[in-house]
């Protein structure tokens, strides 16, 4: 079945600092990939998407790439801030019988000054 | 505003009390789904529901039932919770199906 495995944390990093968060995917066919954020204390919000191969997402400094070769989703963010620090989601979206986001474990980023 | 809200935001109950959990969304969202989230296993998803009357079952459906009767409401209920259902719930809904969900802000369930 579809399947996301995330990078496993807590990453720590200071602020400015270069982020990655590795996600790779197990799918049938072509699905979209999200990736969500869940600051403290709320709901998760939806942060990029990319419904392709090739498609780059990007929202507030984040950005991450379809790689179908690869099967990855992997997120960046060239200088982090203290206001990044959250749990981040890397989710794949099935379709087709089961209309469900398939979510990783989640990977908790904390930012210090 | 836009927004899922969901009602009680922190209950603490005891084995095999009924309880219901509320969600209703403002934005006219045919699609809702609840999931539940707990400590390194991510978010699994509960029921979803593509439209009013029409519900289904997701990964972990077991000791839940759902109802939506109206669009904008999808309650979950626990005909008796057990302390493995103590976990964060959340409500989520799209305009469709597309992955691109508005959650609410949880609801913790703490089951004695």
């Known amino acids: 079945g579809n399947s996301v495995t995330q990078m496993e944390g807590p990453v720590t990093l200071s602020e400015e600092a270069f982020l990655t968060i590795n996600c790779t995917y197990t799918?049938?066919?072509?699905?979209?990939l999200f990736w969500y954020v869940q600051y403290p204390g709320e709901g998760l919000q939806l942060l990029l998407k990319?419904?392709?191969?090739?498609d780059k997402g990007s929202n507030k400094g984040f950005e991450a790439t379809y790689r179908k070769e690869t099967t990855s989703f992997h997120l960046e963010k060239g200088s982090v801030q203290v206001s990044d620090s959250a749990v981040y989601f890397c989710?794949?979206?099935?379709?087709?019988?089961?209309?469900?986001?398939?979510f990783g474990k989640g990977t908790k980023l904390t930012v210090n000054p | 505003e836009a927004q899922v809200t969901q009602n009680p935001r922190y209950l603490i109950t005891v084995t095999g009390k009924k309880l219901t959990v509320t969600c209703s969304q403002n934005m006219n969202h045919e699609y809702m789904s609840w999931y539940r989230q707990d400590p390194g296993l991510g978010l699994r998803q509960i029921y979803y529901s593509m439209n009013v009357e029409v519900t289904d079952k997701g990964d972990v459906p077991e000791g839940y039932k759902v109802s939506r009767k109206e669009k904008r409401n999808f309650p979950l209920i626990l005909e008796s919770p057990s302390p493995n259902q103590t976990s964060l719930y959340f409500c989520a809904s799209s305009p469709q199906y597309t992955g691109e969900l508005f959650f609410g802000e949880g609801s913790r369930l703490t089951v004695l």
């Open positions: 990319a419904t392709k191969a090739d």
């Open positions: 989710a794949l979206g099935s379709q087709g019988g089961s209309e469900k986001l398939v």
């Open positions: 799918a049938t066919g072509y699905p979209s």
